[in-house]
């Protein structure tokens, strides 16, 4: 007899999005002449750089080429892309890797998922509710013990920090679903708290590319102390129009342990590397030549045009959904902006509504956890026209 992992019986029976996109996809089919406006799961809309599209065409050239075709990559990623990481993204913060720590992936859902395959499954997880539904469903999938750390309008969407120790704690900044970001100082907490409680910090800077001020930290490692204590991941996705593409990347230092059941301190740069070894082959050359040219100054001014773009778009809404007297956090450092919503009506209510009188599409926040009860989050990843749109139509739904 072939026994399931009862685990997965605990989660609910959908991921969040595909929940979400099986109501859009029943009431397009009721109403096919409906153009409905998605301003929910967050898929970018501006096609990939021309950088990246000329590179890739380069790559795919060479692929089919005998004299420069290449098979199997190197499953850590190629030289070529970790450079460019390293140069650009960590070097000008004061932060200096080395090439072994830094892995280059299919995206950085995959490696959240997979992140705790090299962890027990007794250790303690903590995470923000609301949170990034991957991070909860993979610690539950392997029955691990998750304390939620409520973020709302009266802690102004940052966590307490936990009072008591936690193994693991997930930390996403700039935040999804929320948009909130965390000033150096609350950062340094979490890092301090790791340190003292022996705990690791799984930091997700997927939306970095998106943060405007400049005091705000773009990567844990500018916290001294969080090599010891800190992977971080990081993705091409939102920051370059990846989404179909995938390409994320996880950086895990050398210098950070942690232990056995009989307390022995082992390398987790040696187990990750063990564990993509053995269940990765690698992110396609063709993929990495794309994500290396964002890094060339041409691709640098192009991916930050499309961020302006989208940064617009959140400035655009915010104002309006303000103006309609709704509460906005995010948008600011964010793609994401995070609405509460009247008390009259619970968040999947609210999608309904929203889906059946304007054909819009927002995600709501209970399936960001029960914190996220009372709100909704919007992306300002569509068309600039889409999102205009989508606020008249919203203007119009009186709850
Ligand atoms: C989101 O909408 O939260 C993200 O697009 C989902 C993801 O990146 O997996």
Same mark, same amino acid.
């Given at each position: 007899m072939t026994l399931i &992992?009862? !685990? =997965? %019986? !605990? %989660?609910? &029976? !959908?991921y969040l999005f595909s929940d979400v996109a099986n109501k859009v996809k029943a009431y397009k089919a009721c109403h096919p002449s409906a153009e409905v406006i998605s301003l929910g799961i967050g898929d970018v809309t501006q096609p990939l750089p021309l950088v990246s599209v000329d590179a890739m065409k380069q790559a795919v050239e060479e692929m089919g080429c005998p004299k420069t075709f290449r098979g199997y990559g190197p499953e850590q990623g190629y030289d070529f892309l970790i450079d460019a990481i390293i140069r650009n993204d960590y070097l000008p913060r004061g932060i200096k890797l080395k090439p072994n720590e830094v892995f280059i992936s299919d995206g950085a859902k995959s490696d959240c998922g997979n992140?705790? /395959?090299? =962890? /027990?499954?007794?250790n303690s997880v903590g995470m923000t509710d609301p949170v990034y539904p991957v991070y909860a469903d993979s610690n539950m999938m392997c029955g691990r013990t998750i304390t939620y750390l409520p973020c709302n309008i009266a802690n102004d969407f940052v966590p307490s920090l936990p009072d008591k120790k936690l193994d693991i704690i997930y930390l996403c900044y700039p935040n999804n679903p929320t948009g909130t970001v965390l000033t150096k100082a609350e950062l340094k907490r979490w890092v301090d708290y790791a340190l003292l409680n022996d705990s690791l910090i799984i930091y997700d800077g997927a939306y970095e590319a998106y943060i405007q001020e400049p005091q705000i930290p773009h990567s844990i490692y500018e916290i001294d102390g969080a090599t010891l204590c800190a992977i971080e991941l990081r993705s091409f996705s939102k920051t370059a129009g990846f989404t179909g593409v995938r390409c994320g990347y996880t950086v895990v230092p050398e210098e950070l342990t942690a232990s056995t059941r009989h307390g022995e301190r082992i390398s987790l740069n040696h187990l990750w590397n063990r564990r993509q070894c053995t269940k990765f082959n690698g992110t396609s050359y063709i993929t990495q030549r794309g994500a290396e040219a964002i890094y060339t100054p041409e691709g640098q001014k192009q991916v930050k045009q499309v961020i302006g773009y989208y940064m617009q778009n959140a400035r655009l809404m915010k104002d309006s959904l303000i103006d309609m007297g709704y509460r906005v956090a995010g948008g600011e450092n964010a793609p994401y902006l995070w609405v509460k919503i009247p008390d009259s009506v619970s968040s999947w209510q609210f999608f309904d509504r929203m889906l059946n009188e304007a054909q819009v599409v927002v995600t709501p926040g209970l399936g960001f956890g029960a914190s996220g009860d009372g709100y909704i989050r919007l992306t300002a990843f569509g068309q600039q026209e889409d999102c205009l749109k989508a606020m008249r139509r919203m203007k119009h739904v009186k709850m």
């Open positions: &992992n009862e !685990n =997965f %019986l !605990n %989660l609910t &029976n !959908n992140i705790g /395959d090299i =962890f /027990d499954s007794c």
